[in-house]
């Protein structure tokens, strides 16, 4: 099995910054990619960003130039540094891991940016 645990989501203000963190254990071999998607009320969970094994990042349109991803594999953990953070960044944060050719996820962290 494998174990996701994130933390860092909270509530900041609008223009804040907020660092999530997610840490995968168990049985852990050889992962592909790791990310972070989000899923705001009403609406469809969706890709943030991502970072592969090689090193290569995808981000969404709408993040671009303010969260930046990283991972240190050697811990088997991956971050997501927001800066200027928006009100529609809200969003239950799920961290992500791909290995394997199955998806395992996080249980979620919320984020809440106050205008």
């Known amino acids: 099995q494998v174990q996701l645990v994130e933390s860092g989501g909270g509530l900041v203000q609008a223009g804040g910054s907020l660092r999530l963190s997610c840490a995968a254990s168990?049985?852990?071999?050889?992962?592909?990619?790791m990310g972070w998607y989000r899923q705001a009320p009403g609406k469809q969970r969706e890709l943030v960003a991502r970072?592969?094994?090689?090193?290569?990042?995808t981000y969404a349109d709408s993040v671009k130039g303010r969260f930046t991803i990283s991972r240190d594999n050697a811990k088997n953990t991956v971050y997501l540094q927001m800066n200027s953070l928006k009100p529609e960044d809200t969003a239950v944060y799920y961290c992500?891991?791909?290995?394997?050719?199955?998806?395992?996820w996080g249980q979620g962290t919320q984020v809440t940016v106050s205008s």
């Open positions: 970072i592969r094994s090689g090193g290569t990042t």
């Open positions: 168990g049985s852990i071999d050889s992962i592909n990619a």
């Open positions: 992500n891991v791909y290995m394997r050719w199955r998806n395992y």
